[in-house]
């Protein structure tokens, strides 16, 4: 089984839409929660880091983790063409090693 | 422009070439990574290095060679590879090992073995 399990899509949506962009891992010890986005050519930039469960905001985005559950999320509100690319979620495990997800591409359509 | 810059942006070379990755960071961290990146699999931590010190290496071939001479600078030397290693190789830096904050990414050296 894979530590971190991303459905790697390709989804595609309408300018506007709320998207829902989601992740399972199986290790209860994971504490902290990276979301990095990647576009094409570039190398993955931090987008939202959260710490244990429950939500965090920050403009259009919102990570949200369920520990009991080993689940997390990540919600694009009012997407936009520019929100195009690979999202990636990435559990951190000791210190500041990450352990990665397949990585869903995203594409917002005008 | 960013903290984390990896030079060059694109290699070709043969399977009996040598050549070497470049990556320097400008965020004062401890901390740097080499990542291999293929398509339609997670990201692959190769080496782990802590202030110029190796830390890990990840059943990586001998064929990569990582060199850390200071906590700026990280080289990948790569020679004789095979045409599985073509992918996107990516650097990254953390302020440290063991304080939970996130790495920082390069844009990465598109790598591509005839």
């Known amino acids: 089984q894979k530590e971190v399990e991303q459905d790697p899509g390709p989804l595609s949506v309408p300018e506007g839409a709320i998207v829902s962009l989601n992740c399972t891992y199986s290790?209860?010890?994971?504490?902290?929660f990276m979301w990095y986005r990647q576009y094409s050519r570039k190398g993955p930039e931090l987008l939202m880091y959260t710490y244990s469960s429950g939500n965090k905001e920050d403009g259009r985005f919102t990570a949200q983790v369920d520990k009991s559950s080993k689940y997390i999320s990540l919600f694009i509100r009012d997407s936009q063409p520019s929100d195009s690319a690979t999202y990636l979620c990435?559990?951190?495990?000791?210190?500041?090693?990450?352990?990665f997800g397949e990585g869903t591409q995203l594409t917002v359509n005008p | 422009e960013t903290g984390v810059t990896q030079t060059p942006r694109h290699l070709v070379m043969g399977m009996t070439n040598k050549k070497s990755l470049k990556c320097e960071q400008h965020?004062?961290?401890?901390?740097m990574y080499w990542y291999k990146q293929s398509a339609k699999k997670p990201l692959e931590l190769m080496f782990v290095y802590s202030l110029e010190e190796r830390v890990e290496n990840n059943s990586v071939p001998s064929r990569f060679s990582p060199e850390c001479p200071n906590s700026s600078h990280l080289f990948l030397h790569l020679h004789t590879l095979q045409p599985e290693d073509s992918a996107l190789y990516l650097c990254?830096?953390?302020?440290?090992?063991?304080?939970?904050?996130?790495?920082?990414f390069g844009d990465g050296t598109r790598l591509s073995i005839l």
């Open positions: 965020l004062g961290h401890n901390a």
């Open positions: 990254a830096s953390s302020q440290d090992l063991n304080s939970n904050q996130p790495q920082h």
């Open positions: 290790n209860s010890a994971f504490q902290y």
């Open positions: 990435a559990p951190l495990t000791s210190g500041s090693r990450l352990t």
